[in-house]
């Protein structure tokens, strides 16, 4: 068995369709933790059973979440810390602690468009291959060590809301086949198997 942590800010569909790919395996999703208090996410995590925690990042400073979003992670004690929407940068001390064990999705090809409108830049771009990345998690924007990439040839006749749609269903198949990967990885080398 090994454990999942998630950070996320809003929606949250990429967390539950990785707490549902994770349903019929030995892992678990231990905790989600959220930073804004309107997002969907943490419905989701109650009707999926997955215990969540608040960790508004606002009237303090970035260090001072961080420390809060520390305990709970020590505490839970993840092997994997999947980001699944996060609004944020995360710092070096939480990078250090859980180094090569985060991982981020991207609604792009990096290294083009990262940051918070890459579904947009993609579109509005000339570029005819569009997708999806996921990747490690480093302190950059969208910059760590690139695990996976699927991509789409465009019609160029498409809407912006169809570009949308068919980049998460891309996010929807790829970050739970991924995030599984890597769990089963972890799952191996603890076990020695
Ligand atoms: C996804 O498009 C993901 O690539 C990006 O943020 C969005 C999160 O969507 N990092 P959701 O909250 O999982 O529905």
């Known amino acids: 068995m090994a454990k ?3 950070l996320a800010s809003g929606n949250g569909s ?3 369709a990785i707490c ?3 349903e019929n395996t ?11 208090k309107n997002a969907k996410v943490p419905e989701r995590a109650r009707e999926l059973e997955v215990a969540s925690r608040y960790v508004p990042y606002a009237g303090r400073s970035r260090e001072k979440a961080e420390e809060t979003i520390l305990e709970i992670l020590d505490f839970f004690n993840p092997d994997l810390i999947v980001l699944a929407g996060f609004m944020r940068i995360l710092t070096e001390k939480v990078i250090s602690r859980y180094e090569g064990r985060i991982i ?5 090809l990096l290294p083009a468009y990262p940051g918070t409108r890459g579904i947009e830049e993609s579109y509005l771009s000339d570029d005819k ?7 490690l998690v480093d302190e950059g924007l969208d910059s760590g060590t690139i695990l996976k990439q699927v991509s789409f040839r465009r019609e160029g006749t ?8 068919r980049i998460h269903t891309l996010e929807h198949t790829w970050y739970p086949r991924v995030v599984l990967e890597l769990l089963d ?5 603890a076990t020695g198997r």
């Open 129 to 135: 291959e569009l997708g999806i990345t996921i990747h």
């Open 26 to 36: 030995s892992h678990q999703p231990v905790v989600l933790i959220y930073d804004r």
């Open 185 to 189: 990885q972890i799952e191996t080398e």
């Open 158 to 165: 498409e809407t912006l809301s169809e570009i949308e749609e």
């Open 4 to 6: 999942a942590a998630f």
């Open 104 to 108: 981020n999705i991207h609604p792009s």
């Open 20 to 22: 549902e790919a994770m």
């Open 14 to 16: 990429n967390f539950q």
